[in-house]
């Protein structure tokens, strides 16, 4: 055992090391912000809380919640296409190519576009329309303060104010 003592730092160094998580893929997020929703679609209106974080590669993490332990919707939208939904609001849920995501998914594959696109934006109201949305972001003083999308297609509407 006195053998062993000696040992010792080194042994929990290694072990340190070995459970440490791979630095290189990790990525710290740039801003986290937390917003009010306020979700219109066929099906009714749903309001709540939003936490978006983005990191420095542009990826998008939007969790709704509304008191409750766990979100009701999460939402990750990557920048290589990669986009995935998850919890009682995902239906079951989906994972994959954001371009062949289920429609009910498109509006929120919209909104993390639209997230993306607002950071470089100026200050003030601007709008973005494509064939299926449109995206509607009010900047002050460098930060966003409201950010929205509506679909084309069926009237569901986005709407995010944050604080």
């Keep these: 055992m006195k053998k062993l003592l000696p040992l010792l730092p080194l042994l929990l160094l290694l072990a340190g090391c070995a459970s440490q998580p791979d630095a290189a893929n990790w990525t710290p997020p740039i801003q986290n912000s937390r917003a009010t929703f ?61 371009s062949r995501s289920p429609v009910r998914f498109s509006l929120w594959t919209a909104l993390a576009a639209a997230w993306r696109g607002a950071y470089p934006a100026r200050d003030g109201r601007q709008e973005v329309h494509t064939d299926s949305y449109r995206a ?16 084309s297609d069926n009237g569901e509407v986005i709407r995010l104010v944050f604080r």
């Design 136 to 151: 509607a972001v009010w900047k002050e003083s460098g930060r966003i303060r409201e950010l929205s999308v509506s679909s």
């Design 38 to 98: 306020l979700w219109k679609h066929r099906g009714g209106t749903l309001a709540g809380e939003a936490d978006i974080t983005n990191d420095v590669r542009g990826n998008v993490e939007i969790r709704l919640t509304k008191d409750l332990p766990k979100p009701l919707l999460e939402i990750t939208s990557m920048t290589d296409g990669h986009f995935s939904a998850t919890g009682p609001l995902a239906g079951g849920g989906w994972s994959g190519d954001a």
